[in-house]
């Protein structure tokens, strides 16, 4: 069996990775899959961490993450694709030319 601390580190290099993809990207799409993974690093942590505890909270929690990030990845990937198809690229320049001019 593994230890705590090899789940944690697993979980926490996970994590840097996706922080890494969401500061040096401008694909949308992209992004968008590196906060997916920041996500599911965490739920990993937790899991690891009600393991090590004998406790079922984290876990309950978790699952409820999983069934959110469920629903907000159809709302997200549908919004990406609106706009890949009404701009034609999926940069993050996009937000800039939809911003409306306020007087």
Known sequence: MTSLLGYATISMILFSIGVIGVIARR????IYMSIELMLNAINLFLVT?????????AQIISIMVVAIAAAEAAIFLSVIILLFRSKGK???DIFTELKQEVE
Not at 49 to 57: E, G, L, Q, S, V
């Open 90 to 92: 999926l940069d993050t």
């Open 49 to 57: 961490f009600a393991r090590y505890h004998f406790n079922m909270d």
């Open 27 to 30: 694909n949308i799409f992209i």
